[in-house]
Structures are given as C-alpha cells and as structure tokens.
C-alpha cells in the first residue's frame, strides 16, 4: 500500500515509516518540522535504502493536501500530525483546537473525496481520564482535562461520525500509551525542541549532563513506590500497531489500545536506565505535577484478538534503545 504520513518526521511517524517500509509498503510524508529537525528525512531514506516523496507544510492547509491526493495514489492515511504539549495546551487552546480540529477535518475530508478506505488516527490513553487502569477500549471516556486531551476526543468523535455516514471509509483509532525507545540503529529517536515534558526525553538530557537532575513529580502517589506509574511502550511496537491496523482492521470504526499492559513507575524506569546503560541519573523528588494520574496501562487484549498483534520488546529494550540514540545524536 502506498500510505500518507502526516507528521512523517516526527517521533512516532518516523518510526511508523521505518515499519511501514519493512512490510513492502511505502509512504508519502508531510511535515512542517513544528516539532522535527530537518535531517530526520535524510536518515529515514539511508534506513530504508530508497527515496521517499516528501512535502513540506502544515495539513491544514487544504490545497496543499488536496494536491497530494491528485498527484499520489493513496490507499491509506497515518494521521499523526498534531501539537502534543499538555501544558502549552493549557496556555494557548486556540491554537490546539485550531491547528489539531483542523488538520483532522481537512484529511479526513481530503481523503475520503480521493476513496481513501483506511484512516488510522494517533490517539491517546489521555482520552480515558482519571479512572482505575487497566483502562479498555469500551470504557465511559472521562471529560478531558486539558485542550491537547479535548482534541483527541473530539478528533475520535469526529472521525467515528465520518465512518458512520460513510462506511466504506475504515478508521482506526490508536489510543497510545507511553512510547520511548528508538530504533536500533541509533539513526532516529526522540528529540523534541526546548526542554522535554516527557519523562524520557528528560532522563536522557541528564544522563547526556545537559540537566543536573531528573525531576520525579510526585512521591506520594498510591503506587509500589509513590511515584507515577505509566504503561512505557517502545516506539517500534507502537510502529508495528498502525502497519497491523492497516493490514487488518476491518470494521468502519475500529478502537484500540496500543500499550504493553504493564505499568511501570519513574523510578522504575530510572532504574532501567541506569543498569542497563550504566549511567547514573540524579535525582530531585517533588511535589506532583498538575493534572497528572497516578497510574495508567492498558488492557490490550482487544488489538490481539481482534488484529493479532502483541508487544515484542521489554523496558530493558527501550531504556537501552533510547540511550543508544541519544549518545550517536549528541556524540557523547
Ligand atoms: N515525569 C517525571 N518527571 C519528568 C517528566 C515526567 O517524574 O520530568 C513523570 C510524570 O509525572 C508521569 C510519568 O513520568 O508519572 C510519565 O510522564 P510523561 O510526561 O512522559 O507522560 P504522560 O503519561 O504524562 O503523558
């Protein structure tokens, strides 16, 4: 299948690229590079041995993507691009709700005018709210806590109303749980501008001495050890969902969780990090960072029954993984 790749360039739709690629498939990507350096492209080609047709702009802008469609046989769509920073979110809702509505209404539209059948969309456990974990997929969703949130449910909802009048359009919602890791190689990985909000973005500022210390939110948490506890997931099983959604989702809605089902705490991770990479990563405890849950994993028994698929690499994968990346990116 010849596949659009919103958000191509990023962390997650460079990684689903590199899967896609393995499969026999292949993408077109767009990108802005809002949240993507410039040479990530450049490594994606070295990583699949070919040239991939790339366009540069933000998938809000119609035309653009409208010419897409025309000038490409598509026969599917990975919908990743999107703002993803909950407390930016906060400051500045406008401009989540304006650029993440608008971006899903204009390729969902776009895209079923050309006869696209299949839509997988990047959606988050954040859609579940605060509730116990394991969270699963016919669960009540709970009202979003912040605008980044707002826009995933809103996105889903809108989606879902798209496939009910027009059946024949497939969509798949991936309701992503916590990725990190990297490829193997080393050649791709996380690397978000400015100061990471993300917890593994962060450790490997301080393993690389970019930070003195890794903040942990919250030490009073009911969990194993009082802090966070969160369903890690490596960025390459996350890429290997949306090739499976794509292979095999059938209904005109399909909903699925993408997570290990295993929980794991910061300091666990941290832990991770530091045995398997040998690096140690100070720490600072503090107060609790608002809006977060205590605990989150998934059930992810539906995407396996229903779709076959499984998780395949454990934290001790991921924390070396992610690392590995980190030390070629920066030379340390
Ligand atoms: N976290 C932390 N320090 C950081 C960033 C995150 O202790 O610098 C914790 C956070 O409170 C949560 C977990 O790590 O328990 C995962 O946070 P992240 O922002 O990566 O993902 P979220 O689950 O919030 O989307």
Redesign the pocket.
Known sequence: MNILVTGGLGFIGSHTVVSLYERGHQAVIIDDYSNASKEVLEKLETLIQSKIPFIEGNVTDSKLVENIFKNHQIDGVLHFAAFKAVGESVEKPIMYYENNLNATLTVAKLALEHKVKKFVFSSSCTVYGDQPSPFHEEMDLLPATNPYGATKQMSEQILKDISFAHPEFKVTLLRYF?PIGAHDSGLIGESPLGVP???MP?ILDVALGKRPH?????SDYPTLDG??V?DYIHVMDLAEAHVAALEKSLKPVNIYNVGTGQGSS?LEVVKAFETMNDVKIPLNITAR?PG?IAV?FADPAKIKNELGYQTKRDLNQMVKDAWNFAKRSNHA
């Open positions: 916590n909000n993300n917890l962060y890794l903040n942990v939110y919250g802090s966070g969160r910061v960072r977060d989150s």
